[in-house]
């Protein structure tokens, strides 16, 4: 939320006054359109000519002499041809052939690479900005020197086959310049086949022409603000074709469908390109192309049992446009300015594509197990009373929540790592207070400092000199934000990071205590009054970085610093929990994000769903919106419907707007009230399986919420269904209902396995839609058959105190098999120990009245000292679902043999007490 606001819902409201219907439109002009966007109109340009000019031709040719093939790599040089330019522009690019079985394409401009250009004394970087460099990605990527091997090299082109059975093949087609990637002798994935490969050369400010202004080459006006482009035009991009794929997904964050839709075309209604450009833009759109806060260029494709990706390694400005034929989805994708760094995955299977990917940008943390419980926010719990009253209430009306929020008016006039003396005199009191319940406060602090000499957060930045500068490359960057004048840490100075993380210590945050974690808000960056929201394209980071270089990883280097300063804060004893707002591939290493700032409307309620769906897929999985909504006051319906929908969040915080009515969840009366108790419930007993999840999420990359076409990979009818998912592995299907007035929905099953319903276990079978019950307070969750969901049934005040509470098997059998199986993970949901084998990982098998228990880890020392001091964890309860047997024998597979004993089943399919621990 921001100043610039309150001015927009004045327009917004005295323009709705007068077009009604179009009150979204009011704030768009804010935003750039692609038309507006110097590069992406030039780029957009080639993509024209290259559909509607005969004559088009792309603009690099291929030295063929240039090409070598060495211990994985494959390089060559491209020379542009630039109608009348006698020299000789040129641009190595290298191919390179991973262990994981990935590729690389990569593509620089010579001269720039080897400084050898002159920006009239702009204290910038000559060089191009390299994602994967900064990141220190290196050290992840392997380049695989065994298998590939070049098997065809004749005139036309260069074949490489590689991966671990050489399965896949590169052709490189000379003339014109295109590259295919063939899986088991098919053509998969296509870069340059439309030849839209553009990367603008190193000229001279002098030789700037008439035409290039119109074009926004050397400087830019948006909304009256300059942007002064000391490089001139530098823009890259590329067309990479997904062939047989009709379904694309990913490059978050956006508010549109799963399977993303064609851009340019008047049936879908998007006339612009998806853009990756993280901006604080509240009360977005809904159903559009426009960017949101965060920005992840990897996309992957999808047809029947067979999943291909792309990872655009670019941090600057991007646009994507997407076009579909009958058969096959191209895309255009194109950057501001940075090196051209793609990453190719071929599967051939979806988890084949998230290892690989998730392997190289980071796989999700598994979280402190608190964060997975439910969140409390509101702008804002004003003083200590008000965060009493409010958590005693919790415990008065008998519900569960772990952590309460504070908003930015508990600090001391919006100087972040300061408490307001008047309203917070005790802050410690009142974390101990919290702490005695076993639950967290979590506060906001954002990158903008106050420019005040007599704060000591803003006195240390400047004499440290840690601000981001403006375009001179020596004056702070200042703009206003929340509190007034405001400069901006700047995360690129790796001294900055360790002197921001260093704020988070206890010494230095007084007031703060191990159970306050982190919020990290506007850090997109949000600036009032600057261009889109944001900050100037051309401000100065440290190493001469210009902001359009950098602008997509802002949020994610803040991030990082409070990450490390956390793990410095408790000595790498405590898993740090941050929410942040802006992120990039790799951001859900150290945190989890929310989708900002929606009102509470049907439509933005809808719309949050694919938005968290999309985040998974493309690697953000630990995601949610606020409950019920940020703006406005939603009706009991809504509310309650947006708390059935919150549960299923991987991220479940109820939040609202500092104008709307106070909606703890107790509030809205009977029958809410108790609705929402027992959607709370449902989420706090299915914690043992949200963890399970997150565990699986954390080793493999998949996200936590699947997708149909994820779980039914062959099942055409689900590859575009946005409005139901799986929970992980559990077996749990759920379909939510998203709009005002209905009593039931219809749920698609896929397959011809029996499925139960989660509240009554009926049974449900056969492909196709089935209707089910969906009064208010009950969404519809079903069970497939084949599956054991495990539970802890014992409400708490907060998830840690569970820890120790025994477990529930749900066995659901399987309609066809008779049998069914399960997982669980655990581990001490607050530590690191689980690294160093510290966990308890157990798998559950049930076939023809047995019940096998598997011990799935294999136990070093530290994992034996954890299973001894758990020996008292069992299982209390096992309910029999679509079985008959009334006798059921055990298995407990351990170490020192098997035992078993038989239990009685009674005649509701209950086992009660069967005696079995899981040590
Ligand atoms: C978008 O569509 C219009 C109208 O069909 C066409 O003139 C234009 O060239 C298209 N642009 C791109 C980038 O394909
Ligand atoms: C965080 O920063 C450190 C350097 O201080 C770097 O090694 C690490 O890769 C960064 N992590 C992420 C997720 O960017």
């Not at 006698?86 to 641009?91: D, H, R």
């Amino acid at each position: 939320m921001n100043l610039v606001r309150f001015r927009w819902i004045l327009q917004w409201v005295i323009l709705g006054l007068f077009v009604i219907g179009s009150s979204e439109a009011a704030f768009r002009h804010v935003f750039r359109t692609s038309a507006q966007d110097g590069f992406a109109k030039r780029n957009r340009q080639l993509a024209s000519a290259q559909k509607y000019d005969p004559n088009y031709k792309g603009q690099f040719q291929l030295d063929t002499s240039s090409i070598t093939f060495s211990d994985g790599i494959l390089s060559g040089i491209l020379q542009k041809q630039v109608p009348g330019n006698m020299e000789e522009i040129l641009f190595p690019f290298t191919i390179s052939f991973l262990k994981d079985g990935s590729t690389r394409f990569q593509l620089d401009e010579k001269r720039r690479l080897e400084g050898n250009v002159d920006y009239d004394g702009a204290k910038i970087r000559k060089d191009r900005f390299d994602v994967a460099q900064y990141h220190d990605l290196g050290s992840r990527i392997h380049i695989d020197t065994e298998h590939p091997e070049v098997t065809t090299h004749n005139k036309k082109l260069l074949k490489v086959d590689y991966g671990n059975n050489q399965q896949f093949s590169m052709v490189l087609h000379f003339q014109p310049f295109m590259i295919e990637f063939l899986r088991d002798g098919n053509v998969e994935v296509v870069l340059n086949q439309r030849q839209l490969l553009n990367m603008e050369h190193y000229r001279p400010r002098s030789e700037r022409s008439q035409k290039d202004e119109s074009l926004g080459m050397w400087e830019e006006k948006f909304d009256n603000i300059l942007d002064s482009k000391p490089r001139g035009p530098e823009s890259l991009g590329l067309d990479i074709s997904f062939i047989g794929y009709k379904h694309v997904y990913g490059v978050p964050e956006h508010t549109s469908s799963l399977s993303l839709k064609e851009t340019n075309n008047s049936e879908t209604g998007y006339t612009d390109p998806y853009r990756l450009y993280n901006v604080d833009i509240f009360e977005y759109e809904v159903d559009s192309p426009m960017s949101q806060y965060g920005a992840i260029p990897f996309m992957q494709a999808h047809k029947v049992n067979s999943d291909v990706g792309i990872f655009w390694s670019n941090a600057a400005a991007t646009w994507i446009d997407i076009e579909k034929d009958a058969s096959s989805t191209s895309t255009h994708w194109y950057s501001e300015s940075g090196k051209m760094d793609v990453f190719i995955y071929l599967g051939p299977t979806a988890l084949d594509v998230y290892e690989a990917y998730s392997g190289l940008t980071g796989r999700t943390q598994l979280p402190p197990l608190f964060s997975i419980g439910y969140h409390q926010c509101r702008w804002n719990y004003f003083s200590e009373e008000d965060v009493q009253t409010v958590d005693n209430t919790f415990n008065e009306v008998d519900m569960p929540y772990d952590a309460i929020w504070l908003d930015i008016d508990y600090t001391s006039g919006r100087r972040y790592f300061t408490w307001d003396e008047a309203t917070f005199p005790h802050p410690q009191e009142t974390l101990k207070k919290l702490d005695s319940n076993g639950r967290k406060m979590v506060v906001i602090l954002d990158p903008h400092i106050k420019n005040d000499p007599n704060y000591f957060v803003s006195k240390d930045l400047l004499e440290n000199d840690f601000t981001v500068k403006d375009s001179s490359g020596v004056d702070n960057y200042n703009a206003e934000c929340w509190p007034g004048d405001s400069i901006w840490v700047d995360f690129f100075n790796m001294e900055g990071q360790q002197w921001w993380g260093d704020l988070y210590s206890y010494d230095r945050f007084k007031g703060s205590d191990k159970n306050l974690f982190i919020w990290n808000d506007m850090n997109e960056p949000s600036v009032f009054k600057g261009p889109e929201t944001s900050m100037h394209r051309d401000a100065i980071h440290h190493g001469g970085w210009e902001h359009r270089d950098v602008h997509n990883i802002y949020g994610h280097e803040c991030i990082n610093s409070t990450y490390k300063g956390l793990i410095k804060r408790d000595h790498g004893e405590l898993r740090p929990f941050i929410l942040t707002r802006s992120f990039f591939a790799g951001t859900n290493t150290l945190a989890a994000s929310w989708i900002g700032d929606t009102l509470s409307t049907w439509e933005h309620f809808r719309g949050s769903l694919a938005t968290v769906l999309t985040n998974g897929v493309a690697g953000m999985p630990f995601s949610g919106a606020d409950v019920a909504g940020f703006f406005g006051n939603p009706d009991p319906e809504l509310f309650v419907r947006w708390y059935e929908l919150g549960i299923f969040y991987p991220f479940f915080r109820a939040h609202a707007h500092i104008d709307t009515k106070r909606r703890e969840p107790w509030l809205y009366g009977e029958p809410y009230t108790s609705m929402v108790r027992n959607l709370l419930g449902i989420r706090y007993r299915l914690l043992p399986t949200w963890y399970t999840t997150f565990r699986t999420t954390h080793m493999t990359g998949l996200p936590i919420l699947r997708p149909q076409f994820l779980v039914h990979p062959a099942d055409e009818l689900g590859f575009d269904i946005d409005d139901q998912f799986y929970l992980g592995d559990s077996g749990l299907l759920v379909k939510p209902v998203l709009e005002p007035g209905v009593s039931e929905t219809a749920v698609y099953i896929a397959d011809d396995e029996t499925y139960y319903d989660f509240y009554d276990f009926d049974e449900m079978k056969g492909k196709g839609k089935h209707v089910v019950p969906a009064s208010l307070g009950r969404i519809p969750i079903l069970l497939r058959g084949g599956n054991i969901l495990i539970t802890r049934e014992r409400i708490r005040r907060a998830s840690e105190l569970t820890i120790n509470d025994p477990y529930t098997l749900y066995i659901a059998v399987s309609g066809k098999t008779g049998s069914a199986s399960g997982e669980l993970y655990m581990d001490d949901g607050t530590s690191f120990e689980y690294e160093k084998g510290a966990y308890i990982s157990r798998k559950f098998t049930f076939n023809d009245g047995v019940l096998d228990v598997f011990d799935t880890h294999p136990h070093p020392q530290s994992g034996v000292r954890y299973a001894e001091s758990m020996k008292h964890l069992k299982v209390e309860r096992i309910k029999l679902i679509g079985d008959n047997h009334q006798k059921i024998k055990i298995h407990k597979h351990g170490m020192s043999g098997v035992k078993s004993w038989d239990v009685k089943v009674n005649t509701d399919g209950v086992v009660q007490k069967p005696n079995l621990y899981l040590v």
